[in-house]
């Protein structure tokens, strides 16, 4: 008698139990419409600067067109490890805590990957990125959330965190400047945070891509904060400050145990970042600076007038200090986020998306980019004042 073959599913479970990003989903509905405005995908409405794409052509012109080494080209880390210190005082060293990667989605990932083990649990502040969940249930691990709230201007607390560790945390996922909120945190509202990470002796994930997009005061990277650095893995990228979106490169730090962790999922993944991508970055990050200020003194503009003109339409917006969202309260049209989102873009033609799509403490939001022209700003405005008007009891 023959043992009846178990039939297998095609698919991962872990895959299978995971849901397609939200923000996608609008975006791609608006694709298909007319005369849409897009408030939607985080991407920086400026093309990467002239001289970035020109070090990115000379590079393949010169034959630079073969692998680099797999952790990047050591100039590029060197220069990172300039960058950050200059910057935001945080050195790290180029030969073993820092890797290249493609873009910061693969830092978040592999970051991950090479420290929670099955079972243990990952704190996660939200309204946060809609990655970081599904990548935490990849590894194996548990994503356990923690909701800000929008009257202690979307930062977590200390005693907040506290309320959520139990024996089984390994590490806290930290995004600021956040999206969707834009939120920032400053070393005071950080540094209670310490206390609490070092008696549960807890990792960092210190997701800091929108560093350079801080508008009211400078970013402090929690990695500069004392005895915090051995416990952090900085990750960051090229994508929003550098406008370098499609360029897929990024970069994450680390202590040298950590990075070697890491090293060996990126190289059985993904060998190494583009190489052509590496030299436009190097030179990004040389003689990218001014480019930099003036995207963000742009930025800045449309953040004032996205919040004055959210007041005057009836929506209330904390004022983001950094990042390129506002993240407006549609609490009082008695509409949920995903409706209000849904019916705006089908009568209206704005696309936005809805703020339970970073976590259910972004229910009665939308998160809004500003990353586009004044103009189309502007007509959004104007598109979304008509619709709470029309649709105002």
Request: proline share 5%; aromatic share 8%; with cysteine.
């Amino acid at each position: 008698m023959t043992t009846p073959v178990r039939k297998k599913g095609r698919l991962s479970e872990a895959v299978q139990s995971i849901q397609p990003s939200g923000i996608r989903r609008f975006f791609d509905m608006a694709s298909t419409m007319d005369n849409v405005i897009s408030l939607g995908v985080g991407e920086p409405d400026f093309v990467t600067p002239w001289k970035v794409r020109e070090a990115s052509i000379d590079s393949m012109e010169r034959g630079y067109t073969a692998y680099t080494a797999n952790p990047g080209i050591i100039e590029l880390r060197e220069e990172i490890s300039s960058y950050l210190s200059r910057q935001f005082s945080t050195p790290y060293d180029p030969e073993n805590e820092i890797i290249v990667t493609v873009g910061a989605s693969e830092a978040i990932d592999i970051a991950i990957r090479s420290t929670v083990n099955p079972g243990e649990e990952v704190v996660i502040i939200e309204p946060g990125f809609v990655s970081y969940a599904p990548i935490v249930s990849l590894a194996g691990g548990k994503p356990v959330s923690i909701g800000t709230k929008k009257e202690n201007e979307f930062k977590i607390t200390k005693e907040e965190l506290e309320a959520a560790i139990t024996s089984n945390t390994k590490a806290i996922m930290l995004c600021f400047p956040n999206n969707p909120t834009g939120a920032v945190m400053t070393k005071e509202d950080l540094d209670p945070l310490v206390e609490v990470i070092e008696k549960n002796d807890l990792l960092v994930l210190s997701d800091e891509i929108y560093a350079e997009l801080s508008y009211d005061q400078k970013h402090y990277s929690f990695a500069r904060l004392p005895g915090m650095k051995e416990r952090t893995i900085l990750i960051s990228g090229f994508s929003k400050a550098f406008a370098m979106t499609g360029w897929r490169l990024g970069f994450v730090c680390a202590p040298a145990d950590i990075t070697a962790a890491m090293l060996k999922i990126h190289q059985y993944a993904m060998m190494c970042a583009s190489t052509p991508a590496q030299y436009g970055a190097l030179e990004a990050l040389r003689s990218g600076q001014d480019d930099v200020e003036r995207m963000v003194t742009s930025y800045k503009q449309r953040r004032n007038y996205m919040v004055k003109s959210f007041a005057e339409i009836g929506l209330s917006c904390h004022v983001p200090g950094g990042a390129f969202y506002a993240f407006p309260s549609i609490e009082d049209t008695g509409m949920d986020s995903n409706a209000f989102a849904e019916e705006l873009l089908h009568e209206e033609r704005v696309a936005v998306v809805p703020g339970n799509v970073f976590g259910e403490g972004g229910e009665g939001h939308i998160r809004c980019s500003y990353a586009t022209s004044m103009e189309s700003l502007e007509t959004a405005i104007e598109r979304i004042g008509r619709f709470i008007k029309n649709h105002s009891s």
